[in-house]
């Protein structure tokens, strides 16, 4: 250990190109509530949660779409209560016409009990939805490299 002690992650902040548009996707889609927003000219912001506690913070600051051969956040994944958790997300996200990185649950890795889905919020980073378990039987879409690892 070192002499920090024990991190966990706290939240995570996402820069985005328009707070409007992000709100929509990680409030309306992902079901996070709003708990503090600032609308000043040129420095939006807001700050979601669910239950109180804080998840993600989305700052209006990008000019362009996610690049992922850029160094930085490279996936945010959050974990839901069961498979059929994760199922019904794909369900709405595919109502909504969002973009998946592969079709349907894969599995992490050949043989993995956990898997999920993987997919893009609007400015196109990239986002998962997993289980620990239920994935068993699900392909995996790289036998020889994790799933949520190369694009």
């Known amino acids: 250990m070192s002499a920090i002690g024990t991190l966990r992650t706290g939240h995570v902040g996402i820069n985005v190109t328009d707070l409007g548009r992000a709100l929509g996707f990680y409030g309306e889609v992902l079901g996070f509530a709003v708990l503090a927003e600032g609308k000043e000219d040129g420095r939006r912001f807001a700050f979601l949660g669910q239950g109180g506690a804080l998840t993600v913070a989305l700052w209006e600051q990008a000019e362009g779409a996610y690049d992922q051969d850029r160094a930085g956040l490279h996936h945010l994944a959050f974990e839901a ?62 036998p020889d490299a994790p799933t949520c690892g190369f694009f």
């Not at 059929?84 to 996200?93: K, N, S």
């Not at 894969?106 to 043989?111: D, L, N």
Request: proline content about 6%; cysteine-free.
């Open 81 to 142: 209560e069961s498979m059929d958790r994760v199922r019904a997300a794909e369900a709405a996200l595919k109502e909504r016409g969002v973009t998946f990185a592969y079709e349907g649950v894969v599995a992490h890795g050949e043989g993995a009990p956990s898997g999920g889905i993987f997919f893009h919020d609007p400015d196109g980073t990239r986002l998962e939805i997993y289980a620990p378990q239920g994935a068993e039987g699900a392909e995996a879409p790289t």
